[in-house]
């Protein structure tokens, strides 16, 4: 009796097509609120039947509307084709202005300026040489003696915390010229991945929620927002921390005459380089600084999650991989174990390639991307958009959607992405858009793939992963899917 009525309870939050009702004054915050512990999948439940386009209806006088897609066509006119139109604005800024002036947060002229200092830092001929050597460094000194230490017997471990640990290591060191030492058998407080799990946990619930709801919270400095300050603080506390350190380190190098063969974007902007340009304000290093390590705490780290979840219910895969990188890869021993002394070779991993797209397309690191529309338009499916239309790009959705990706499109099969010819296949950033598309597509998305083999097969070489039964795995409510 209990369950029937549950049911019909449930159902009156549904209109016939099973879409969330439109009620006259709360729109539809009633099914918000029933499905906000499962964000990702309500979205490409509503996403698949209402075929890739639904307008959200938020409470009425409030700013909690926003236009939903999953339609490869309006996604490519959105990212690509008329760019120009969909930008992040006052909007995105509300929930991320965190990060200042940075890349992330951008427009127009200033988000070029940036681009621009991040693509020639990246691919630098320093930069890979120092991330080369960085990576076999962390992989044999911190990776390995973390990995001997927890495979003992009964030893049970956070994979993803090591992840993010191992991740955070690396990108200080390139970011900043610092290694914080958080991968060890110690596993020392992580301040900074902390601090950005409650930003973007809070920048969800600013999308979400009315405006002033939010302002009361920051106001009263309670619940999440809180949380947020206290992440502000924890952010501009690291960065004065590196930003004095690596001021020391140029001082006594200047000193000694000696050569400093250290390469990092800190730096760059410390000395004028050519890349950064004349140094800025520290405000502004800050901002860039913060976005680079963010970068290097969310895509590796996460993806490198889930693709030891996936593979663990899929030991089919696993057994190709293995035998992939017995076949392609070179390998020396550090610590005890064998790892890639080659990652040029890392490129031959086709079937590892694979895997990493499938594990992206169903588990994207940025779930859900945000625009504004700055003037009234038309979407190729038809529909109309109101000049400041907050539109929400279901990311998540796109790779669950059966008319994109076939009927087998909840399952985890890296061969959909191999070709005839077994090269991988090249689909178009509009249907695989994990790295974005168009303009502001990943500058790091290559780095990233580089990351995660090398780590991967670190770890598949030498170590079988076991995942613990009985827990609860998805998606944390987030900008991001942490």
């Given at each position: 009796?209990?369950?029937?009525?549950?049911?019909?309870?449930?159902?009156?939050?549904?209109?016939?097509?099973?879409?969330?009702?439109?009620?006259?004054?709360?729109?539809?915050?009633?099914?918000?609120?029933?499905?906000?512990?499962?964000?990702h999948d309500e979205v490409a439940h509503v996403l698949k039947r209402s075929n890739g386009t639904f307008f959200y209806k938020g409470i009425w006088f409030t700013n909690t509307s926003f236009f939903c897609t999953s339609d490869p066509g309006n996604v490519r006119y959105i990212l690509s084709s008329n760019n120009s139109v969909y930008l992040k604005g006052s909007e995105w800024l509300k929930q991320f202005d965190i990060f200042g002036e940075a890349l992330f947060n951008s427009d127009g002229d200033a988000w070029k300026r940036h681009r621009k200092v991040?693509?020639?830092?990246?691919?630098?001929?320093?930069?890979?040489?120092?991330?080369?050597?960085?990576?076999?460094?962390?992989?044999?000194?911190?990776?390995?003696?973390?990995?001997?230490?927890?495979?003992?017997?009964?030893?049970?471990?956070?994979?993803?915390?090591?992840?993010?640990?191992?991740?955070?290591?690396?990108?200080?060191?390139?970011?900043?010229?610092?290694?914080?030492?958080?991968?060890?058998v110690e596993f020392p407080e992580n301040r900074f991945h902390r601090a950005m799990s409650d930003t973007l946990e809070a920048a969800f619930y600013r999308y979400v929620m009315p405006d002033g709801l939010w302002k009361l919270q920051s106001w009263l400095q309670i619940g999440k927002e809180k949380k947020r300050t206290e992440a502000w603080k924890a952010f501009d506390d690291l960065l004065t921390h590196y930003m004095s350190i690596q001021r020391h380190k140029l001082k006594e190098t200047m000193a000694s005459s000696n050569e400093d063969d250290d390469f990092n974007l800190l730096k760059c902007y410390l000395t004028g380089h050519e890349i950064t340009g004349p140094t800025p304000k520290d405000s502004l290093i800050r901002d860039n600084i913060i976005h680079f390590l963010f970068a290097s705490d969310d895509t590796y780290s996460l993806t490198l999650t889930w693709f030891f979840y996936l593979i663990s219910k899929t030991p089919m895969v696993e057994i190709k991989i293995r035998e992939e990188i017995k076949t392609h890869l070179s390998m020396k021993h550090v610590e005890g174990l064998q790892i890639p002394s080659n990652f040029e070779e890392l490129s031959k991993l086709t079937y590892l390639h694979a895997a990493f797209n499938e594990t992206l397309r169903l588990f994207p690191p940025i779930?859900?991307?945000?625009?504004?529309?700055?003037?009234?338009?038309?979407?190729?499916?038809?529909?109309?958009?109101?000049?400041?239309?907050?539109?929400?790009?279901?990311?998540?959705?796109?790779?669950?959607?059966?008319?994109?990706?076939?009927?087998?499109?909840?399952?985890?099969?890296?061969?959909?992405w191999i070709s005839e010819e077994g090269k991988i296949k090249r689909e178009s950033p509009s249907k695989f858009?994990?790295?974005?598309?168009?303009?502001?597509?990943?500058?790091?998305?290559?780095?990233?793939?580089?990351?995660?083999?090398?780590?991967?097969?670190?770890?598949?070489?030498?170590?079988?992963?076991?995942?613990?039964?009985?827990?609860?795995?998805?998606?944390?409510?987030?900008a991001f899917s942490r």
């Amino acid at each position: 009796m209990f369950v029937s009525i549950f049911v019909r309870f449930l159902y009156g939050f549904t209109d016939n097509n099973g879409l969330p009702r439109n009620w006259p004054l709360v729109g539809m915050i009633p099914t918000l609120l029933l499905n906000i512990h499962r964000p990702h999948d309500e979205v490409a439940h509503v996403l698949k039947r209402s075929n890739g386009t639904f307008f959200y209806k938020g409470i009425w006088f409030t700013n909690t509307s926003f236009f939903c897609t999953s339609d490869p066509g309006n996604v490519r006119y959105i990212l690509s084709s008329n760019n120009s139109v969909y930008l992040k604005g006052s909007e995105w800024l509300k929930q991320f202005d965190i990060f200042g002036e940075a890349l992330f947060n951008s427009d127009g002229d200033a988000w070029k300026r940036h681009r621009k200092v991040f693509h020639a830092f990246l691919h630098h001929p320093q930069f890979k040489q120092s991330l080369s050597k960085v990576l076999h460094q962390r992989i044999g000194e911190g990776l390995a003696k973390v990995l001997e230490y927890v495979s003992r017997p009964e030893m049970v471990v956070n994979l993803q915390d090591l992840f993010v640990r191992h991740a955070f290591d690396i990108g200080c060191i390139m970011a900043v010229g610092f290694n914080p030492g958080v991968l060890s058998v110690e596993f020392p407080e992580n301040r900074f991945h902390r601090a950005m799990s409650d930003t973007l946990e809070a920048a969800f619930y600013r999308y979400v929620m009315p405006d002033g709801l939010w302002k009361l919270q920051s106001w009263l400095q309670i619940g999440k927002e809180k949380k947020r300050t206290e992440a502000w603080k924890a952010f501009d506390d690291l960065l004065t921390h590196y930003m004095s350190i690596q001021r020391h380190k140029l001082k006594e190098t200047m000193a000694s005459s000696n050569e400093d063969d250290d390469f990092n974007l800190l730096k760059c902007y410390l000395t004028g380089h050519e890349i950064t340009g004349p140094t800025p304000k520290d405000s502004l290093i800050r901002d860039n600084i913060i976005h680079f390590l963010f970068a290097s705490d969310d895509t590796y780290s996460l993806t490198l999650t889930w693709f030891f979840y996936l593979i663990s219910k899929t030991p089919m895969v696993e057994i190709k991989i293995r035998e992939e990188i017995k076949t392609h890869l070179s390998m020396k021993h550090v610590e005890g174990l064998q790892i890639p002394s080659n990652f040029e070779e890392l490129s031959k991993l086709t079937y590892l390639h694979a895997a990493f797209n499938e594990t992206l397309r169903l588990f994207p690191p940025i779930p859900f991307e945000f625009r504004t529309c700055t003037k009234p338009d038309i979407l190729p499916s038809g529909h109309r958009v109101d000049r400041n239309t907050r539109i929400l790009i279901g990311i998540h959705a796109m790779g669950r959607m059966e008319s994109l990706w076939g009927e087998d499109c909840n399952e985890f099969k890296p061969e959909r992405w191999i070709s005839e010819e077994g090269k991988i296949k090249r689909e178009s950033p509009s249907k695989f858009c994990a790295f974005l598309a168009g303009p502001r597509i990943c500058p790091g998305k290559e780095l990233s793939f580089l990351l995660m083999k090398a780590t991967a097969t670190a770890i598949i070489h030498n170590y079988n992963v076991h995942v613990i039964e009985g827990q609860n795995i998805g998606p944390k409510n987030s900008a991001f899917s942490r």
